[in-house]
């Protein structure tokens, strides 16, 4: 079992920022990909980012795109995710996730990941 923990999170004002982490230990897993999920109060689940296991492709939500960036450690076994110029509409809880799935299939929106973390609060005021 991959197990996801995720401390961190808080509270900012928008405009500030926040560093999201998660680490992955327990048993060996083939991840291909790695994402960033979030859900706000009203809204659908969404992917915020995502990262191959090769670090080379990455993708983002246009929400996010250039205030977010998704990034990795594997020498560490961390994930993590730098938001910049947050907003209120960023207000969520973010929740970690591995799939080994291909690539693909870790881009489509109804991509069930295997493995999640426990989410951890982000939230934005105005």
């Known amino acids: 079992q991959l197990q996801l923990v995720e401390p961190g999170g808080g509270s ?4 500030g920022s926040l560093r999201l982490s998660c680490a992955a230990s ?3 897993y083939r991840r ?5 999920l979030r859900h706000g109060p ?3 689940r969404e992917g915020v980012a995502r990262i191959h296991r090769d670090g080379d492709r990455t993708s983002y939500a246009e929400s996010v795109k250039g205030r977010i960036t998704i990034s990795q450690d594997t020498a560490k076994n961390t994930l993590s ?9 960023d207000t969520a809880m973010y929740y970690c996730a591995a799939t080994g799935a ?3 299939a870790c881009l489509n929106p109804g991509n069930s990941f ?12 105005s």
Do not use: I
């Open 12 to 15: 900012v004002q928008a405009g």
């Open 42 to 44: 009203g809204r659908e």
């Open 32 to 36: 291909t990909c790695m994402a960033w």
């Open 102 to 104: 291909s690539w693909g």
């Open 81 to 89: 995710l730098q938001m910049n110029s947050l907003k209120p509409e």
């Open 26 to 28: 327990g048993a060996p």
């Open 114 to 125: 295997d493995y999640w973390g426990q989410g951890t609060q982000v939230t934005v005021s």
